[in-house]
Structure formats: structure tokens, C-alpha cells
């Protein structure tokens, strides 16, 4: 037989509760012998038939009646299960029946085997236990020694054992010592530190700024560009416009030295070539020499362009200073007298070649 036992205080229950259950886990009312309510109201005892239903019943451990917890535990107080952790697989199942014998008969041993495969066997062991008159589950150890390997023997229905004091009655996480001595390195008082807004590990995920009062990383990077470009010097857009016409100018006059270089090597070369009188190369020459000619004349109609378009801006400007009853100062007067000079000496250089 099988106890069912229900939280404290819960009361109202009936057979007709557990037909769903009985439909479910026991495979019908055919293999229920007996069943009724024990000295408690939260407490049920159901008789099986088969012993294999009693044990797969007594291994489901909890189950759900009725939107209820259901605990399932052997009916015999006497009748223990549990569980021998840490102990490789290599060592026989004889010397962990002799740590458990003297405490009551071995009913079986079985070796677990890992969720993910089936056929893999993992280091916990399963066993029932039943306790010799006297003995109680309490007086089997928590730990134990088999050579230089250490075990742990945990039972349904027993406090844990403390894995730091080694104390009964709560777990690691719940020691007042574990606690007082982690303190102790920090030299910190208990509870002065600030309070976590977060969880520990992998589980947080950055929520927006609105919502998490801690900034995600992205921001924090974010935030240090910004510093950054805060501490440089600001450039106004005026250098910003003078800076890329500056470059322009340089590009243009790279681009046409470079031009004026390459059209006097072909014409040494046609020179050259005249004595030989080699008519495909000189042919590839002048091909090339006409290339050269039409990107000259392209680049002149450029600076023509500007050209234009600077006295238009004088004018403009001359204009709206005398409107404003401003005069042109000095200084504007020399700088647009040197950017004359300058077009002017660009158009004389760039002077296209002779095509011979």
C-alpha cells in the first residue's frame, strides 16, 4: 500500500477525486484493491494490486490531485528511500550495502542513468531501505568514506545536512557560519552592502534605460565616445569648409603635375622613337597623348569654373557689405588677391603638350 499526503489544512476530498489519477498512473480502477482516508483529513492510503505500480508510484515521489500537491510515500514508516551521491561507478555495489546493512535490509540498489541518454549511467544510486526495530532514517549517516572517496546519502523526508558546519537542519545556502565567515573577508557589517537590483550570472538580460536603473554596456560605451569627443577641442563649421577645399586644391594640383609629367616621358619617347620608326608604338602614343589632351582641357574648363564662381562670391559679398554700410577690410582685399594669383599660375602651368 501507498500513503498520499496533502498539504496541512487541506480538507474536502473524496474517491472521486482521484480517478484522474488512478486513470493516469495506475492504469484503471482494475488494479486499485482498497483506498480511504487515514487518521487525517490530508492523508490517503491506496492498496495496488501489482508491486511494480506500487514502486512507479512510490518513484513519481509528487503529482498534482485535484489542482494539489500530492506527496506518495511508502505506508510503512519502517520502508526508506534515498539516494548515495559522489561514489564513482567503478566501486561495487557490496561495500555500499555494508555502510547501509547495519541500519536495516537492502531491498534493492539500482544505478541511475542521465536525462539526456538512457544507456549512460551517472554516479548517483537509488535503494530501499527497510529499518530494522529501534532505528529511525536519522541515524543513517549523511556522509561517508569508501577509501579516498567521499559520499553523500540523502532520504525522502529527512533534513539536509549542511556542507559547511556539517550541521542538520539546513542546507549551505541557509548557514549563519557560512555566511559570518564570507563577511569576515570583506571586514564588511553584516547587511551593509548594497542591494542587489539584479540576479547573478547569465540570467540578467539589459533591459532600456526607462526600465533598468543599471545602464546595459552598449550604453556605458556609448557614453565614453561621448566623453571623448566632448574633451576634443570643437572645430567650427567654417575651418570644416576651408579644410575640405584646402584638400580639393591639393588633389587638383597632384592630379595635373602628375599629368604634365606623363605627357613629357611620351614625348621624349616619341622623340625617340622617330629614328627607329616602330609605327605600333608610335600609334599607342599618340592614343595616349590624346587621352592626356582631353583630361587637360577638362581640367581647365574646371578651374575656369571656379574661377568664375569666386568673383560671383566676391561680388556677392562686396555687395552685401555695401548694403550693410560695411567696407571690405585689408585683409579680405590680399587674400582674394592671392587666390587670384593662384588660379592664374595654375591655368599658366598647366599648359597642354604639343601633339606631335
Known sequence: ?????????????SAADFSSFIQNHVGGDENVVAMGRLSFPNEWQMQVKC?????????LGRTKINSRTCWISPLSQSEVRGYVHWIPNAIAEESIRGILEPYGEVMFMEVMQLDLWTKVDCDSRYFALNLKPGQTMDDIPHFFKIGSHHGLITIRGRAPSCFHCR??????????????????????????????????????????????PSASVASKKK??????????????KEAKVENSAVKEEVKTEESSTDMVKVAQDLVAKLERL???????E?????????????????QIVEIEKKLKNTVLADKDEVNTSQ?????????????????????????????VPPNN
Open 274 to 280: 622617330k629614328d627607329h620608326g616602330d609605327l605600333q
Open 167 to 212: 550541521t542538520i537542519g539546513h542546507r549551505k545556502s541557509e548557514c549563519q557560519k557560512y555566511r559570518e565567515k564570507l563577511n569576515s573577508y570583506c571586514n564588511r557589517k553584516p547587511g551593509s552592502g548594497v542591494k542587489r537590483t539584479k540576479p547573478r550570472g547569465r540570467r540578467y538580460r539589459p533591459m532600456p534605460n526607462s526600465e533598468n
Open 223 to 236: 557614453r565614453k565616445k561621448s566623453k571623448a569627443a566632448k574633451a576634443q577641442p570643437a572645430v567650427t
Open 323 to 351: 548694403g550693410n554700410g560695411e567696407q571690405p577690410t585689408e585683409e579680405k582685399k590680399k587674400k582674394r588677391k592671392k587666390k587670384k594669383k593662384k588660379n592664374v599660375s595654375e591655368a599658366a602651368n598647366e599648359t
Open 51 to 59: 508491486k511494480d505500480i506500487r514502486e512507479k508510484l512510490i518513484r
Open 1 to 13: 500500500s501507498v500513503k498520499l499526503q496533502f498539504p496541512k489544512f487541506s480538507k474536502g476530498f
Open 282 to 298: 608610335l600609334s599607342t602614343l599618340q592614343s595616349q597623348l590624346t587621352n592626356l589632351h582631353s583630361k587637360l582641357n577638362n
